[in-house]
């Protein structure tokens, strides 16, 4: 994919990547660059990108800017994936498409800031399994896939609209309230519940059903804990 492909809506920026990890890249320019600073990476088998937030609310509000930015790219995948084939999430950070490990989803908040501060930025990274042309027997990893083996339409179509998905979901936020987006991301929890409801108490994913209840780890602690990623990309 070439920059000038790629087309973003106002107030992005596209910036190239300039090392291997997009989220380390993007926090280096978020004190600099501010909001909008959309880092691209694209290396054999990966496609990569992070976008640069400045919150107004206090962090312990602000971080479900996560869950916005995981509802973003589940729905930009999904309007550009073939059809009838579900996009999931394993909590809090994974993404699957058709059951498969597909990427997932990172985070970063300014360093030194306290739950009841506003950061000074955070960054939403996404990483997917662009293709696995690498592999002499692709067959031999049955839990993972591909954009490519799966025909999703070209990367700067999933990245220009997850970026204009963000923007829509930022500005139901605002005026509509959390609910109104945070209800996406629900509805795409593997696995899916049948009897019951999710819904979120601040920061935790909560569970009611028949039988019980369950309450998960606060956001920023189970990020991570899906085990989707290595440490150079999504497992394959």
Sequence with gaps: MQQDTLKLPPPYTLVQALGTDVLEDAAALAPEMGAGALVLRQAPGLLAF???????????????????????????????????????????????????RLGGGRFRVAPGCAPDEVPDWMVFAAELIADRDHLQDPGEFPDSLSLKEDEFDPPESIVATFASYLMLYFDRWAHDGLDAVTN?????????????????????????????????????EAMGQSGWRGDAGPKL
């Excluded at 059809?83 to 498409?97: C, I, K």
Aim: include cysteine; hydrophobic fraction near 45%.
């Design 184 to 220: 996406r991301y629900l509805m795409r929890i593997d696995p899916p519940l049948l009897r019951g409801v999710r819904r979120f108490e601040g920061d935790r994913l909560v569970e009611i059903t028949p039988s019980g209840g369950k309450r998960y780890p606060p956001l920023m």
């Design 50 to 100: 992070a976008v640069v937030l400045e919150p107004e609310q206090p962090l312990n509000v602000a971080q479900m800017a996560f869950v916005l930015g995981m509802t973003a790219l589940g729905d930009a995948l999904a309007a550009h994936c073939p059809p009838a084939r579900p996009v999931r999430f394993v909590w809090p950070d994974e993404l699957r498409y058709d059951k498969a």
